[in-house]
């Protein structure tokens, strides 16, 4: 349902683009995001966004990580600037949608990416 790609490797400072396509006889998204876990801990909330396009960020990501949504494509990207060691982890994107013939919308995870920031 949620295919993420756009991880890597990158140096302190650097950047990167995620993005993650939901897919499969989707009605309407409403809320899309991502998190990330870092190893041995646990996963944690990064940027959020409504279908109304409202946004909240971690705040250690704050004017750091912008997230943006193409609701034409069903895509939710998470553009990453001024990356630090510290965001290394594996991120999943999120989204709660509701499918053709469902009544009520359901949360799906998407399959996580590894984003490795070197010192």
């Known amino acids: 349902q949620l295919q993420a790609s756009g991880g890597g490797l990158v140096q302190a400072g650097g950047s990167l683009r995620l993005s993650c396509a939901a897919s499969?006889?989707?009605?309407?998204?409403?809320?899309m995001g991502w998190c990330r876990q870092a190893p041995g801990k646990e996963r944690d909330l990064v940027a959020r966004?409504?279908?109304?396009?409202?946004?909240n960020y971690a705040d250690s990501v704050k004017g750091r990580f912008t997230i943006s949504r193409d609701n034409a494509k069903n895509t939710v990207y998470l553009q990453m600037s001024s990356l630090k060691p510290e965001d290394t982890a594996i991120y999943y994107c999120?989204?709660?949608?509701?499918?053709?013939?469902?009544?009520?919308?359901?949360?799906?995870w998407g399959q996580g990416t590894q984003v490795t920031v070197s010192s």
């Open positions: 999120n989204a709660i949608l509701q499918q053709y013939g469902s009544s009520l919308p359901t949360g799906y």
């Open positions: 499969g006889g989707i009605f309407r998204i409403n809320n």
């Open positions: 966004i409504t279908g109304g396009g409202i946004t």
